[in-house]
Structure formats: structure tokens, C-alpha cells
């Protein structure tokens, strides 16, 4: 329980604190009102007097800036009638909760010395202008804290700006790093080619191969999303042979496709993900069980299928898959619900893969 009030307590400090330039305008306007207009008459009511009328003043002013004003400019369009409409409603709803508010305060109180109310012209003019004091002043707070919110949003688009113009600045100075330390990566892997390609021409392919795949790697983070297929394929098949030089070409992989599919433009990297993933997780030295991967267009769908024996268990092969996340991630923010990709363990512990990409959306904003 004394959590609860604690909690009651602070929230009304909260709202007190947020609040407090509300408080003092109104502690001002109320002393000018009262005590300096009093002073100067030289008359005072009774405070529930004062209590009983300022309660229903401060009521149309907050529903008149926070409601009326808020509903009846919402659209330009329509606010030239229904601001008026709104307005007149106000006074009137004013007028009657007035009168209203006069009759029980004198039935079941003693604040008020007025014994009734008549509903006589006086009545009517007093009220409306009253109402009308307080509307102005509504009006001219819609308008103060408005400014005061655009302002804020201007400020903060500026500084987001500014952080921005910071961010795009330092990106630039990392790729321009980026683009030194490839730079002389591949100088230098050019070097070891011209000193190995005479004494070990098997050493100096495995460096063209990779030197051929990194330089892909690197320029695909430079340029569009979507690339031709067909250098996909290509920079497929040389890391298939980098792995068979290395392997002394005895890993069983077979690799189909139509030439067809070359035209097609698909996201970069997926296709390399997915025959780098038959590397390092398939056991593809058993020759009665090769490695495929095929690809193939059936009207207006491509389709990428991969299947490989795995070399690990499967619980162990299920923690490993962050390249498969990776790709289900670009296909979901490239392609949406235009591209579908399933992979499982079939009964002979092979690992499948089976991708398809609708053929309108592959070359979309890429023709």
C-alpha cells in the first residue's frame, strides 16, 4: 500500500513539475483578477465565489484550445464551417453549464449569495462575453504552444540533420579506408601470382581464384542490391574451384543451371552463401552422394535448390545457421512475400535448401 501511494505521489509531482508554467500563469492572471481588481473597486466576493466561476473559466479556456480548436483546424478544408459551428457550440454549452452549475450550487450549497438565476438578456450578454475573454485566450495558447511544437520539430529535424551530415562524413572516411585496404590486398596477392605462377602454377591459381572472389565480395558492397545472376554463377564456380584445388579435386559437386537464368538480376552474395554453406558444412567427398546445386526458371519463378550430405550432427549444424538467417533476411526486405526459401533435413542426412524468387520482382527497379 505505501508503494502505491509513493507511486501516486510522484506521478502527481510529475505532473505538477511538467505543468508548472500553467500554474503560474494562472496564479498571476488570478491575483491580477481578484486581488488587483478588488483593491481597485474596492469590492470582494465570497471565495466560493470565485471557486464556482474561475473552475467554469478555465474549463472553456482548456476546451476550447485542447478540443475546439484542435478538431475544427484539423482539416483546412472543412474548418470554414465547422470552427464557427464549433464555436457557437462552445458558448452555448457554456451558457447552459452555467446556468445549470447556478441552480445546484444554490439548492445544496451556501457559496453563492444569488438565491436564482434568470435567463434574461443580461444573462446572455454577461456569459458571452465572459466566454468569449476566455476564448481569445484559448486561442492565443493554440497558437503560442503550436509555434512553441513546430519550433521543436524544426530544432530537432536541424539537429538530426546535422547528425546526419556527421554520420554521412565519417562513412565516407571509412570507405575511403575500405577502398586502401583492399587496394593493397590485391596488389600484394598480384605479387605473390607474378613470384608463383612460374615454380607452383597450382598455388598461383588458388590465388587468382581467391583474389577473383574477394575482389567480387568487396566491389558487391559498393555498388546495387541486385546483380546479374550470371556473375553470381561465375564467381560460384571459381570458389568451387579454389575448393578442388585446395582439395586436390576430389570433392563430388555437381553444379547445373540454364543459361537462361544468367540474364536474370537477383540480390548479391545469396547464391555465394549458399555454395559456400555446402563447403563448410557437407561432406562431399563420398562419390555414390555429390553435392548439387541447380538453378532453373519455370515461367515467371527462379528457382535455387542445393543438396548436401552433412558432415556434423544436426543439432550441431542447426547452431551454425547465420548465413542461412542472413539470407532469409534479404530476401524478406528485397523481395517481401515475392520470394520463399526452405531449408531441412531429409531422411538420409542430407541438407536441403530450396529457394524461389517471382521473376517480376527480381528485375524490379533494375531494368
Same mark, same amino acid.
Given at each position: 500500500?505505501?508503494?502505491n501511494?509513493?507511486?501516486?505521489?510522484l506521478f502527481?509531482?510529475?505532473?505538477?513539475?511538467?505543468?508548472?508554467?500553467?500554474?503560474?500563469?494562472?496564479?498571476?492572471f488570478?491575483f491580477?483578477? &481578484?486581488?488587483?481588481?478588488?483593491?481597485?473597486?474596492?469590492?470582494?466576493? +465570497?471565495p466560493? @465565489?470565485?471557486?464556482f =466561476?474561475?473552475l467554469?473559466?478555465?474549463?472553456?479556456?482548456y476546451?476550447?484550445?485542447? *478540443?475546439?480548436?484542435?478538431?475544427?483546424?484539423?482539416?483546412?478544408?472543412?474548418a470554414i464551417?465547422?470552427l464557427p459551428?464549433y464555436?457557437?457550440?462552445?458558448?452555448?454549452?457554456?451558457?447552459?453549464?452555467?446556468?445549470c452549475?447556478? =441552480?445546484?450550487?444554490? @439548492?445544496?450549497?451556501?457559496?453563492?449569495? !444569488?438565491?436564482?438565476?434568470?435567463?434574461? @438578456?443580461?444573462?446572455?450578454?454577461?456569459?458571452? &462575453?465572459?466566454?468569449?475573454?476566455?476564448?481569445?485566450?484559448?486561442?492565443a495558447?493554440?497558437?503560442?504552444?503550436?509555434y512553441?511544437?513546430?519550433?521543436k520539430k524544426? +530544432?530537432n529535424?536541424?539537429?538530426?540533420?546535422?547528425h546526419?551530415?556527421?554520420?554521412?562524413?565519417?562513412?565516407?572516411?571509412?570507405?575511403?579506408?575500405?577502398q586502401i585496404q583492399?587496394h593493397?590486398?590485391f596488389?600484394?596477392?598480384?605479387?605473390?601470382?607474378?613470384?608463383?605462377?612460374?615454380s607452383?602454377? !597450382?598455388?598461383?591459381e588458388?590465388? !587468382?581464384?581467391?583474389?577473383?572472389?574477394?575482389?567480387?565480395a568487396?566491389?558487391?558492397? =559498393?555498388?546495387?542490391?541486385?546483380?546479374?545472376?550470371?556473375?553470381?554463377? +561465375?564467381?560460384?564456380?571459381t570458389?568451387?574451384?579454389?575448393?578442388q584445388?585446395?582439395?586436390?579435386?576430389?570433392?563430388q559437386?555437381r553444379?547445373?543451371y540454364d543459361?537462361?537464368?544468367?540474364?536474370?538480376?537477383?540480390?548479391?552474395?545469396?547464391?555465394?552463401?549458399?555454395?559456400e554453406?555446402?563447403?563448410?558444412?557437407g561432406?562431399?567427398? @563420398?562419390?555414390?552422394?555429390?553435392a548439387e546445386?541447380s538453378?532453373?526458371k519455370?515461367?515467371?519463378? *527462379?528457382?535455387?535448390?542445393t543438396?548436401?550430405?552433412?558432415?556434423?550432427?544436426?543439432k550441431?549444424?542447426n547452431?551454425?545457421?547465420?548465413?542461412?538467417?542472413?539470407?532469409?533476411?534479404?530476401?524478406n526486405?528485397s523481395y517481401?512475400?515475392?520470394?520463399?526459401?526452405?531449408s531441412?533435413?531429409?531422411?538420409?542426412?542430407?541438407?536441403?535448401?530450396?529457394m524461389?524468387i517471382?521473376?517480376?520482382?527480381?528485375?524490379?527497379?533494375?531494368s
Amino acid at each position: 500500500m505505501p508503494q502505491n501511494s509513493n507511486a501516486k505521489n510522484l506521478f502527481l509531482w510529475n505532473w505538477f513539475v511538467s505543468n508548472k508554467y500553467h500554474f503560474i500563469f494562472w496564479a498571476v492572471f488570478l491575483f491580477y483578477e &481578484i486581488v488587483a481588481v478588488g483593491l481597485y473597486s474596492g469590492q470582494f466576493s +465570497e471565495p466560493g @465565489r470565485y471557486i464556482f =466561476h474561475y473552475l467554469i473559466n478555465i474549463g472553456i479556456f482548456y476546451s476550447h484550445a485542447l *478540443l475546439v480548436l484542435k478538431y475544427g483546424l484539423e482539416n483546412p478544408k472543412s474548418a470554414i464551417w465547422k470552427l464557427p459551428l464549433y464555436l457557437v457550440l462552445e458558448i452555448a454549452l457554456f451558457l447552459l453549464i452555467m446556468y445549470c452549475a447556478y =441552480h445546484f450550487v444554490n @439548492r445544496y450549497t451556501h457559496i453563492i449569495t !444569488v438565491n436564482n438565476i434568470e435567463i434574461n @438578456r443580461n444573462f446572455f450578454l454577461g456569459g458571452f &462575453i465572459r466566454a468569449l475573454y476566455f476564448v481569445v485566450f484559448g486561442t492565443a495558447y493554440y497558437f503560442l504552444a503550436t509555434y512553441i511544437k513546430e519550433r521543436k520539430k524544426t +530544432e530537432n529535424l536541424e539537429q538530426q540533420k546535422l547528425h546526419n551530415i556527421i554520420q554521412l562524413s565519417k562513412s565516407e572516411n571509412a570507405f575511403l579506408r575500405a577502398q586502401i585496404q583492399p587496394h593493397l590486398l590485391f596488389n600484394t596477392l598480384d605479387f605473390i601470382y607474378l613470384n608463383t605462377k612460374d615454380s607452383s602454377p !597450382v598455388a598461383a591459381e588458388t590465388i !587468382v581464384a581467391l583474389s577473383d572472389i574477394m575482389r567480387y565480395a568487396a566491389d558487391s558492397t =559498393h555498388r546495387d542490391e541486385f546483380v546479374l545472376l550470371g556473375d553470381e554463377i +561465375e564467381q560460384a564456380e571459381t570458389l568451387i574451384n579454389l575448393h578442388q584445388l585446395r582439395n586436390g579435386h576430389n570433392l563430388q559437386i555437381r553444379f547445373w543451371y540454364d543459361d537462361e537464368v544468367k540474364s536474370e538480376k537477383i540480390i548479391s552474395m545469396v547464391l555465394l552463401t549458399l555454395v559456400e554453406n555446402i563447403f563448410k558444412h557437407g561432406d562431399l567427398f @563420398r562419390l555414390e552422394q555429390p553435392a548439387e546445386i541447380s538453378i532453373n526458371k519455370n515461367g515467371d519463378v *527462379l528457382s535455387i535448390k542445393t543438396k548436401n550430405l552433412i558432415k556434423q550432427k544436426p543439432k550441431e549444424l542447426n547452431r551454425s545457421g547465420i548465413g542461412m538467417d542472413n539470407i532469409r533476411k534479404r530476401l524478406n526486405y528485397s523481395y517481401g512475400l515475392q520470394a520463399n526459401i526452405n531449408s531441412y533435413i531429409d531422411d538420409n542426412e542430407h541438407f536441403n535448401v530450396d529457394m524461389t524468387i517471382k521473376k517480376q520482382e527480381i528485375n524490379k527497379d533494375n531494368s
